[in-house]
């Protein structure tokens, strides 16, 4: 068999799709298709335009490792300067015109006398293709909870990843439920900025301290002047030291490490909190984390401003004026934002994907969606995920994980691209064989250490990566190709 040019259809335009895009395209692959279900490229950064919106990776590690960004405002990056990055790369790449907009994917097909991927669209169209990436994001469903009341409420609610800018909070007496990344970032943003805030805590968090140093002109002259200051926030001794630390501190729940970050968010709540019964409100009865770990900057120093309640009596209901809580108490409401999540367990779906012997993925997935080392799926062939189920999405920058499975996957495409097979996918023995080994370290990890969390698939096993990030990146280097079967039609 000879070499053959590919079709690829990319289903996603966020960070992860993009990036598959400008790789092809790099590679002078022109039969591409990015489909897109919003208006623009993004992703989670088009998706969640709430105040204080931050990525709590540094800048300068949360960005393709080809195209660096000296200009980043500071060492997080706010929210609209990370969409402004996307929008940028759409452009400078010249993945745009690749790109079907508002164009979600309703179906993937494997066609086997073709041994291609018929792709049906939610707008009528359809279109085939050798490969499909899934690029699909992580978080993008949100959750909105079955709070009893929520429809009675006179005033106007959202969730944070909708965010209704028509409204004027200044003179609003505001809740927030909530108290994840994105909760703990809203409340920052708007305390001392409305009539009244209400933090709604069902469970309290361990707050990370961090500063977030500007970068001034100078700074961002020195970064362009220098790519070797970028590399050194990135990949410098510092860098390494603190997601190694991490790392060891996340995959092994009796480590040193971990204790030491006990340590770090305990003596920050002591030290920050000044009033005891609220600093006892907002003391975590579980591990620090154990749910991904929040970083602040200002979420103690704000909640204690006046105009803000730290509410964790629990919800009862939600009426046409406010929050009853369990303890009788009410809070007097205009507007409530739940920032209470996403439905971490859809990564492609709801899109319908039926592969080889017309196996669905969705019974493949019934038990807890699930990929070999995150990347690959039995009796898909020629699907490939990035950032899918399993992988490391921790408090880590998802750019380099999808950088580095893209590095893996190319070289599966390769197979393609040289005729030396049709198609590739996984074996069974070899997904059941990492499944084993996953779930076994995963029972070591932080996250399994008793608390409620999305890490956590429906049976309480971390849907994680549960080792470290060395051991990620050796995997990642090379595909173990014992463990694919190759297809060749
Ligand atoms: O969502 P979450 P998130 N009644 O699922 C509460 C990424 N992210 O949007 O803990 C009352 O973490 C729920 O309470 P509990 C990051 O990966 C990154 O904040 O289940 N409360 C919890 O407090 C992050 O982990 C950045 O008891 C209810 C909250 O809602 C992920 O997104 C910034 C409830 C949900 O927390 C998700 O974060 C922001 C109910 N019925 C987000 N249901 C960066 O900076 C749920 N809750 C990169």
Redesign the pocket.
Known sequence: MGSRKLRYAVIGAGMSGLLAGIKLLERGERELVLFEKGHTVGG?WRE?TYPG?????PAHS?TYSFAPNPDWSAY?APGPEIQAYFEEMADRYGVRPYIRFQTPVKACTWNPRKMRWQIDTETGEREEADVVIAATG??HHP?I???PGLADFRGRWWH??RWDHSVDLGDKRVGV?????????IVSALAGRVRHLVH????P?WIMPCTNPPYTEEDKRLFRQDPSRIEYVRNGPEARARRERFLAAIADASSPQLAELQQIVERHLEESVRDPILREKLRPNYTVAC??L??SWDYYEKIQQPGVTIEVA??ERVEGRGVRMRDGSFHPLDVLV?????H?DAFVRPMRVIGRDATDLEELWAEHPTAYYAVTIPRMPNFFLLNGPTGP???FSLIEIAERQWNYLDQLMELLRSGKARAVEPTETALADYEARRTEAARRTVFATG????YLDRNGVPQVWPWSYEHFLEVMARPRLADYRLLDG
């Open positions: 989670t969640n919106l931050a990525c709590d990776t949360y997080y992580v978080l959750h909870p079955d709070i944070s990843a439920i909530g108290s994840g990344s994105t909760g703990i970032q709604f805590q069902r469970t968090q749910k991904r929040v970083f629990g919800i739940l920032a209470t999540g996403f971490a999405v921790g408090n608390c409620k969390s999305w």
